[in-house]
């Protein structure tokens, strides 16, 4: 089984919190399904939930360099210097990041209002990329869009591996074994 979910902003990728946070639990209700890979409470977007050990170590284990796409607002209108910086891999004190697919992108379509909202400075604009990584280092994407001196405001998770968000809105999921 192959369940695909919108994670809400603000809720954690696992099923329980001993501080009663909102948690995937409020969302999933299928028994025995986990999240392939994680999404930190305050990113957006695609997560992969399965009940195929399997699968979830192939999503998950970075020697099989599943691709995940990422929607990324970031503060500023970001630099040519700085997209080719994050197609060749970003130093990060963990070590250097793999080249990255990057580039600016027009605000997605039918983008949902994020609740809160990001915060808004007059005088500083915002742009989007969408930056394709293959490996999944703890805070991966915030960590380089930072290091090239264009921090994200918001980030979205778009797609991983062959599974897109399409039109899911947030807290909505689908069966993807029956969903074409």
């Known amino acids: 089984m192959i369940i695909l979910l919108n994670k809400p902003y603000n809720v954690l ?8 946070r909102p948690t995937l639990a409020d969302y999933i209700k299928t028994k025995n399904v986990y999240a392939a890979g994680r999404l930190d409470r305050d990113s957006e977007g695609l997560v992969v939930l399965t009940d195929d050990g399997k699968l979830q170590h192939a999503i998950t284990d970075p020697k099989h360099k ?3 796409t990422y929607w ?11 997209i080719q910086q994050l197609q060749n891999g970003v130093h990060l004190k ?3 990041t793999l080249p990255a697919k990057a580039k ?3 605000q997605p379509e039918d983008l949902w209002e ?9 005088n500083i604009p915002t742009s989007w990329i969408a930056l394709t990584i293959r490996e999944g280092k703890n805070r991966q994407v915030k960590r380089m869009t930072a ?7 918001r980030l ?5 591996g062959p599974w897109e968000i399409g039109s899911l809105n947030p807290g909505q999921s689908i069966n993807a074994a029956t969903e074409k």
């Open 13 to 20: 990728c696992q099923f329980t919190d001993d501080e009663n």
């Open 66 to 68: 599943m691709e995940k």
């Open 72 to 82: 990324v607002q970031v503060d500023g209108e970001i630099s040519d210097s700085a």
């Open 94 to 96: 963990d070590g250097l």
């Open 104 to 106: 600016r992108i027009e």
């Open 114 to 122: 994020r609740i809160p909202p990001i915060r808004v400075r007059k």
């Open 147 to 153: 290091a090239v001196n264009y921090p994200t405001l």
């Open 156 to 160: 979205i998770r778009s797609r991983v």
